[in-house]
């Protein structure tokens, strides 16, 4: 059963740590992502699993067996790599079938995998073709096939979808989940999409600089964020700085900008504490005029665009910060004008709190 | 006056014709986005107007002066590949000053353009870096820096922001809208992706087959698609195959599947037509139970997806027709579970009817 166990794996390229003291435990059956912006190190862990580099410190184990020193064609891994490695000199079949033949496997079975498999990828056609005569996104498709049919019980993705259409990945990505989920295995996938993330994740992993910053299911890391850099990776959200200056009945106080008083839920924080609150555009309503209510924040309409499902405004508030507003398309409703005088209203829910960075939110914020 | 109009114009690659009697006029500083499949004929029509292919039949006119048998240079246009395409030997500086270089303009004109794009890229502080010493998106930045040193009033960008992380993109499509915009430019923008286009678009340009679909603001191809392609590719929807019963003033009432009886706001179709009817998925409403009502449909909840923003449920209906209803997950009061008994329902003028497709519903929604 490939559970799989990082303890304390550090990599070093010259001067930059992709992987800085990792740990991590993956159970069995599970489908895991990987994201972070490019160079937080992901590909590197994925690779360290899959034994093609080896860690300069730290174990790796698959299945309770230490690893580290176990080839990788060794560790009952199947993987898919962003550059697509097929067989150049194999036609597509010859390349899907390709691992159940070499381990002598039940090649009825692994057949029928491989011809549902081609099916649903829509190259049953293109059986016969060799690789140089397909687009890179077929020859992406084939190699995950490829993988998903090469009797491992791990399998390790590495953008398996980069490849192909947006479109078109978000159709293939849930077939990808159904099927991983169809043969019970073990999914490890990197990705820099927080949409395929979402999609298709058990828990994901967000990383950045080589460590782990938070892990979740998608839902909670959503709605529940623990970390500034994850509440602006996954979604967008309004950042505004602020000192806590009384701790309620339900919750911290919060004075930002311009004497603005927001009432929290947070019950983490105590007076005077620096701190830097996130609400997400989606929890934000508005309506014209000034409403005097708690957490109201009079404002201007600045800029408004009209996405289809909702219309996002970018209001600016009588403290000179601007906070962004997703309203839903409503049924015959009316887009608000531009320079609209408006209350912008969240619930305490819904506001987070986080203890200001120690490098500054801008650091925080930064994806690259 | 860097407007552009093509007329009639066709290029064909042996068999293929990429691009097929085409005519479009985009006004002096228009930010167009040319949206379509892969395959559609995007690239080539960009490369049309830069001059990097001839066309087959037709006339190519920037400004007022027919251009068809200039050279690239002589058509005085910025292009911004996906793959940044800097000079490698060169630092940052010097990729940013070519143009003028080549063009052996003054040296103080130059310097001053030079430092002025870098300022707007915000990297003057790089300026002696080399290309490989920065992350991908500082690098699109510097290659958009370097377009506009030459001076050009018109920018073509081939999926500009293609190869950089899916947050990135989010981010720097802003800042290229602001660009534009600020400079006064006139920009034509090829992309994939259908978000980017909806909100950097003055108008957006669906092709399809290498002919225009449809061309109209983001509001308009949303709320009016003229077919059942652009419903599908610009936004998301649901589709219905149904005959036409009976058609009154401004109504049709439609039956689908399994005799299920629907109205639809319509003035164009006629009896016994065959149609097939679009409804937007946020435009859907889902509710617990059966419930009836003017469109209202009965099914069980098949799959649940969380996106973050949002969440989907595709239900299984009756008649074994699959809707999809998405709702903002900051908007969401009731919850459903696998399996569950709901209702459906939409508006009549949420929903539109279009003829059906001649080559099949199937292949009018096929993207890839």
Redesign the interface.
Known sequence: MPDVKLVNITKKYGKVVAADAVNLQIQDKEYVTILGPSGCGKTTIIKIIAGVINPDEGEVYINDKKVNDVPPEDRGVGYVFQNIVLFPNMNVWDNVTYGPRVKNLNLTQSNKLAREMLDLIRLTVRSDAYPYELSGGMQQKVATTRALTSGANLLLLDEPLGALDARVRAELRHELRRLVKDLGLTAFHVTHDQEEAMAISDRIIIMKKGRIIEIGAPEELYIRPKTIFGANFIGEANFMEGRVTKIGENGVEVELRGGLIIQTSDKYHKTGDKVVIAVRPDYVTLETGEKPELNGLFGRIEKRQFLGGFTRYEVRLDNGDIIAVHAPSELGEKLLDINTRVTSHFDPENVLVYTYPGEGLKTELALE | MPEVKLVNVTKRYKKITAIDHLNLHIQDGEYVTILG??GSGKTTLLRLIAGLVKPDEGAIYIGSKLVNDLSPEERDVGYVFQNFALFPHLTVWQNVTFGPRVKYWNRERTTSLGWEMLEMVRLAERANAYPHEL????QQRIALARALTAGTKLLLLDEPLGAL????R??LRYELKKFVNDLGLTAIHVT????EA??ISDRIVVLRWGRVEQVGS??EL?LEPKSVFVAN?V?EANFLEGIVEEVSKNKASIKIRGDLPISVLDVTHQKEERVVVAV????MVLKAGEVTGINHLFGRIKKI??????MRYDIQLDNEDIITV?M????VTQRFDMGDRVTVSF?P??AVAYSYPIEGLAKELS??
């Open positions: 499949p892969t992350s991908g998106g500082m992380d899916a947050r990135l989010v981010e994939h992706d259908q978000e909806m909100t983001p509001v949303y590719f936004g937007r998925l946020e435009n997806r969380f996106l973050g923003i949002s998405k903002p997950t900051a908007h508006a003028e949420k993207v890839g």
